[in-house]
């Protein structure tokens, strides 16, 4: 069992920047891909990005390519996502997630933390 929590979501203007946070616990951290992914209300749920297990390599949803970043320090069992330049259309749950592989599938990441809420005014 891996367990996360996600933290650092909030309210910013448009233009701005929040940094999200994700602490795991359980079984071994650095042997799980992390992703993360987002859900705005009447939406599925979809990849943004993800980190291999080493942290060597990024891999990017299109919508947010040149504007956030995730990596991941395995010694503090923690994955980031540090989001600048931030859009309305980016307002959402973002979850934090870990599979065995780098995929935007949803369906190939085993476990998942609460969700932070992340607000994007204009």
């Known amino acids: 069992q891996v367990q996360l929590v996600e933290s650092g979501g909030g309210l910013v203007q448009a233009g701005g920047s929040l940094r999200l946070s994700c602490a795991a616990s359980?079984?071994?951290?650095?042997?799980?891909?992390m992703g993360w992914f987002r859900q705005a209300p009447g939406n599925e749920h979809e990849f943004v990005a993800a980190?291999?297990?080493?942290?060597?390599?990024?891999f990017y949803a299109d919508s947010v390519k040149g504007r956030f970043t995730i990596f991941r320090d395995n010694a503090k069992n923690t994955v980031i996502l540090q989001m600048d330049s931030l859009k309305p259309e980016d307002t959402a749950v973002y979850y934090c997630?870990?599979?065995?592989?780098?995929?935007?599938?949803?369906?190939?990441?085993?476990?998942w933390g609460q969700g932070t809420q992340v607000t994007v005014s204009s």
């Open positions: 980190v291999s297990r080493s942290g060597g390599g990024q």
């Open positions: 997630a870990a599979g065995p592989s780098v995929t935007g599938s949803r369906t190939s990441y085993t476990y």
């Open positions: 359980g079984r071994a951290f650095s042997a799980y891909v």
